[in-house]
């Protein structure tokens, strides 16, 4: 047998050498790789599936309507920089579930990860911060940052959300009915409740962030 499975390995070995094979094998490679990727891409997008992105979701409670806007969506990498850091992340939303939509990051990982989350948001709101040291009008809140995945059987698109929402919202979240833009959004309701109970017992997993606009 060791014999036969040499002489196997001798013959591919050969094969390989071939000017020809060594010749083409590069370009089938990068064939089978776009292939690849096109596959999985559809794959994804029939799940409707973006894991590789995040979007930071802006909620808010106005006249008894639950409202969500989206700040910004970008990929892991324009957000966290680091390869290592947005397989931290990637890894972490695989662990949540639908009675626990936080992102449960690595203690060691969780600062340094929420502190480039905070940072990209705060670009957005630059000019406002810079207003504010010229002493011209600004109004100013403080948010909560908090890494989420939701999941439920009816969800549109699976992907990383980052959930802002005032602080004083968070801590005294209506546990009334909400109205609604839409239906689905009853799942949002849910998981900013889920949030507002976690607040006390998780605080290392909700960054503070102040936000300056023009008055």
């Known amino acids: ?24 094998l590069p370009l089938l490679t990068l064939v089978l790789g776009w292939y690849g990727r096109k596959y999985l ?15 930071v979701s802006l909620n808010t409670v106005e006249d008894g309507t639950l ?42 990982e969780t600062w340094h990860i929420l502190n480039s ?12 911060a810079v207003r504010r040291d010229m002493g011209l009008p600004v109004r100013v809140e403080r948010y909560y ?15 990383l959300r980052a959930m802002m929402i005032k602080q004083d919202l968070l801590k005294s979240f209506p546990k009334t009915d909400l ?7 009853s799942l949002r309701v849910q998981t900013l409740r889920q949030l507002a109970a976690a607040l006390e017992k998780r605080p290392q997993l909700f960054r503070s962030i102040e936000i300056c606009l023009s008055a």
């Open 145 to 159: 940052l908090c890494l989420t995945r939701e999941k439920a059987d009816d969800i549109k698109q699976d992907k």
């Open 179 to 185: 109205k609604l833009e839409s239906p689905h959004h």
């Open 41 to 55: 891409d559809y794959f994804k997008w029939r799940r409707r599936q973006f894991l590789s992105r995040l979007n």
């Open 67 to 108: 409202k969500i806007r989206t700040v910004f969506e970008k990929s892991l990498d324009e957000i966290f920089l680091n390869t290592y850091a947005t397989g931290i992340v990637a890894a972490a939303g695989e662990k949540t579930t639908p009675d626990d939509p936080i992102v449960p990051l690595p203690e060691s």
């Open 117 to 128: 989350l905070l940072n990209a948001v705060a670009e957005e709101f630059k000019e406002g």
């Open 1 to 24: 047998m060791p014999q036969f499975i040499n002489a196997i390995g001798s013959g591919i070995g050969a094969f390989l050498d071939q000017p020809l094979v060594k010749a083409i």
